[in-house]
Every structure is written in structure tokens, then in C-alpha cells.
């Protein structure tokens, strides 16, 4: 009984999100993936119910979130998160195949590729995470063009850029780094200057923190000092003190200042940069103190479907 076997994946999805609200990851990707597995059964019988196929389209993209994802509270483990990911970006290129004015479809595939990309990132695989972004931008750049409105599709835009400055820093790319930061960021604030949006304002505080440490890998520390006092200028100066992600900025930008100050002591003779680097580290750890939870990259909820 198929409509059985919905009820029941609901009810497990269910649960997973009060899991989820309760800080219980474990608990919470069990619960999803019994959610997928009763969805995949639905499927089995029902092939051509193109909604079964998008629920579960959703289901293995919220397990990628769940189990290893730098955009969500994860359970880190990146590898996992992208085989979900994976199968998530397989229903949606089915789906498009099958209808190929489905834009909804290539919308959630390059979704989903966008996150393959940030988590390939966070694992370490940067030259493969760079092609998962360029695929994503290929299929949501064209929509983004035709839909210029579309808050969602701006956000994951911007984020394409973010996570590819990531890659090509950690690759030592840094001039690659630095032009898309702040392709990415130039966006962010033109969005900002209009109105409040959370993901952009996240990602705009992301990008300057990245610049700063772009700027003075390729040699520019002045540059990167401004750029790592601006994020925090912005961070103090947010409007929305009951963001809950603010100690986690602050700290980050706090200790990014410290470094800038780090790199400047070693070209200087006197103490006064290394005295003034630590106390940016100790004001840094302070905050960290104050943040809620596991002590990792704040994440963007607002990108979940």
C-alpha cells in the first residue's frame, strides 16, 4: 500500500526533524534514512510518480546535510554527505531528462551540486569540488539570468563563488581565490544595499574573512588586514544581535586579525605587532567560548529546501 508506505516515510521525516531541533544528529540521519529507504520502496512500485521521485530527492539531500555538509550542524563526515548528495543530483537529472522543461529539476540538480562541491571542499578535494561547482554553475547561472528576482537562485550564485575561492586558496590559487571572493562578495553587497538577507550577509562576512587570508597569502597583508577588520566592522555592526551565528563570526574574525598582526611581527623588529596579534587570538578564543554547540563554521540554515 503505497499510500501507506508515504505515510509512514513522513512520519520517520518527522521525527528526524524533531531530532534535529534537539541537537541529536545521529538519531536524526537514522530517522531519515528510514524516511529514504520507505520513499525508494514507493518508487520501486510507483516509477512514474514524479512527486515520490522529488520527496525523495529532498530526503537524500537533507541526509547530505545531516551527515557532512559545511553549509549545516553535520556530523562531518564529507565523504558520506557527498554520496548523498550524489543520489540526490541523479533523481534531479532523471527528472530533467524525462521533461526538459523541468526547471524546477535543473534547479535542484545544480543545488545539489553546489553542495557536492562545498563538501568536497571541507574534505580536503579541492580540484574535484572546482568541477562540481563549475557543473553547478552551469545549470543555475542560466536560471539565475532568466529568473533575476529569485532571491534562492542569487544565494546560490554567490556561494558557487565563495566555496570555489576556498578550493583555489587551498590550492594555492591565490590570485583565482581572490576574483572570485570578491565576485561574491560584490554581489552580496549590492543585494545588502537593498534589503536584509541572511545567507548573503553570512556570505558577505565569509568572503571577507576568505579575502583577508587570500590577500596576505599572496603577499599583501595590508590589504588583508583591512579586509579581516572590515568583516569584523560589519560583524559588530550586524542590526541583528539575536543572530545566533555572531559569536562564531566574531571569533573568526578576531583571530584573522591576529594572524595579519602574526605575519606583520615577523617582518618587524620590535614586540609591539606580536603583543597586539595575541590579545586579537585571546579576545578570538573568548568569543568561541560563547558560541553554542560544536565549535565548527557557523552554518546557513536558510539554504535548505
Known amino acids: 500500500d503505497t ?30 534514512r528510514k524516511s529514504a529507504s520507505l520513499r525508494e520502496q514507493v518508487i520501486a512500485l510507483r516509477p512514474q510518480d514524479v512527486t515520490a521521485q522529488h520527496d525523495l530527492l529532498i530526503a537524500f539531500g537533507h541526509l547530505g546535510d545531516l551527515t557532512g555538509s559545511p553549509l549545516f550542524a553535520s556530523l562531518g563526515d564529507y565523504r558520506e554527505g557527498v554520496a548523498w548528495y550524489r543520489k540526490a543530483a541523479a533523481i534531479a537529472r532523471q527528472m530533467a ?17 553546489l553542495r557536492i562541491g562545498a563538501s568536497q571542499a571541507a574534505a580536503g578535494e579541492n580540484r ?4 562540481s561547482l563549475r557543473q553547478a554553475e552551469a545549470l543555475l ?24 575561492g576556498r578550493a583555489f586558496e587551498a590550492l594555492g590559487e591565490h590570485s583565482a581565490a581572490i576574483e572570485a571572493l570578491q565576485r561574491s562578495l560584490a554581489v552580496c553587497r549590492t543585494v545588502l544595499a537593498n534589503r536584509p538577507d541572511p545567507t548573503c550577509r553570512h556570505t558577505a562576512w565569509s568572503d571577507q574573512i576568505l579575502l583577508a587570508q587570500a590577500l596576505a597569502s599572496s ?14 566592522d560589519a560583524v559588530m555592526h550586524s542590526g541583528d544581535p539575536d543572530d545566533p551565528t555572531l559569536p562564531a563570526y566574531r571569533a573568526r574574525s578576531l583571530a584573522e586579525i591576529g594572524t595579519m598582526h602574526m605575519i606583520m611581527a ?16 585571546r579576545r578570538a578564543v573568548a568569543e568561541w567560548r560563547t558560541f553554542p ?3 565548527q563554521e ?8
Not at 509512514?8 to 545521529?26: D, K
Not at 547561472?141 to 570555489?164: K, N, T, W
Open 3 to 32: 499510500d501507506c508506505l508515504l505515510d509512514l516515510a513522513s512520519l520517520w521525516s518527522q521525527i528526524g526533524s524533531t531530532f534535529e531541533q534537539q541537537e541529536n544528529p545521529v538519531e536524526a540521519a537514522s530517522a531519515f
Open 97 to 113: 531528462a524525462a521533461d526538459h522543461s523541468n526547471a524546477q529539476a535543473r534547479n535542484d540538480e545544480g543545488t545539489a551540486l
Open 128 to 131: 574535484e569540488a572546482l568541477e
Open 141 to 164: 547561472a542560466p536560471l539565475r539570468a532568466a529568473s533575476p528576482a529569485s532571491v534562492s537562485l542569487m544565494q546560490r550564485v554567490v556561494m558557487i563563488d565563495e566555496f570555489r
Open 219 to 232: 603577499g599583501d597583508t595590508a590589504a588583508g588586514l583591512r579586509e579581516s577588520e572590515g568583516a569584523l
Open 266 to 281: 615577523k617582518h618587524s623588529a620590535g614586540p609591539m605587532e606580536w603583543r597586539t596579534a595575541a590579545d586579537f587570538y
Open 293 to 295: 554547540g560544536r565549535a
Open 298 to 305: 557557523p552554518f546557513r540554515g536558510e539554504m535548505r529546501q
